[in-house]
């Protein structure tokens, strides 16, 4: 007699994975009008980004952890940020940064994901061995990943308008000035423009600071995570060689 397959349905209907399901299909609508409405794409992609949170609240508080449901999210997380930098790049120039934040970005995580599979731990995010400080802490406390992914999401989704800001609040005068070619322009003047503009930084060029700083975080420690997943894949083939006779 035939083995009787186990149902699929209930998983796929884990109420952490419908938000899931949710944030695919926002980030579908968000990128259909990321070029007619920038807007709108800005406030559905964060949305999108903000239950990334939700899901992982429900998967806890309802008992509802799932493989599927960490693959989904991960899927999505990589998917939704490819697309936005290439979006980016399409935009502003030089398009090769987000290229290369892109490539960046999809090979860390890969290579985390391969290594955890070699080394046969059940979450990528297990790295108590790790020599790095920075990387045990980045994955080691919930806040403190928070604050560097919502950092990267701010800067990504609400890209534009940050450019707009930046230029129109915080660089303006200052940058025109200091960097000015009329040699008639003294420079203790200069130095009296950069003093006033910092002086009249607002809640919101405050948080530029801030998001810029975590999104910076983030860089590096993805840099430093895909070093980490290589050294693992790199010992693992040398022990392999080792133990053949």
Not at 174 to 186: A, G, H, I, L, Q
């Amino acid at each position: 007699m035939a083995k009787q397959r186990p149902a699929t349905l209930s998983v796929y209907l884990y109420i952490p994975n419908i938000v899931g399901y949710m944030r695919v299909l926002l980030n579908c609508i968000a990128f259909s009008v990321c070029f007619s409405n920038k807007t709108l794409f800005s406030l559905l992609y964060f949305f999108s980004f903000c239950c990334d949170a939700v899901d992982g609240w429900c998967a806890r508080k309802f008992n509802q952890v799932s493989t599927f449901g960490a693959v989904l999210d991960m899927v999505t997380d990589r998917v939704s940020t490819a697309c936005l930098l290439v979006i980016l790049s399409q935009i502003y120039r030089p398009s090769l940064v987000f290229l290369s934040l892109l490539a960046l970005d999809i090979a860390s995580h890969w290579l985390q994901m391969y290594s955890t599979f070699l080394s046969g731990k059940a979450s990528h995010k297990d790295v108590k061995d790790s020599t790095n400080w920075l990387f045990r802490l980045y994955y080691g406390n919930r806040m403190f990943m928070g604050y560097c992914c919502v950092s990267c999401e701010v800067i990504g989704s609400f890209f534009s308008e940050l450019i707009n800001f930046f230029d129109a609040f915080l660089l303006g005068d200052m940058v025109n000035t200091v960097f000015s070619n009329d040699y008639r322009v003294p420079n203790v003047f200069k130095l009296q423009v950069v003093v006033k503009s910092l002086m009249q930084i607002s809640p919101l060029s405050l948080l530029l600071a801030l998001s810029i700083f975590g999104w910076s975080i983030k860089q590096i420690i993805n840099v430093i995570q895909m070093k980490t997943a290589a050294d693992v894949c790199v010992l693992y083939d040398i022990e392999k060689q080792h133990k053949k006779p």
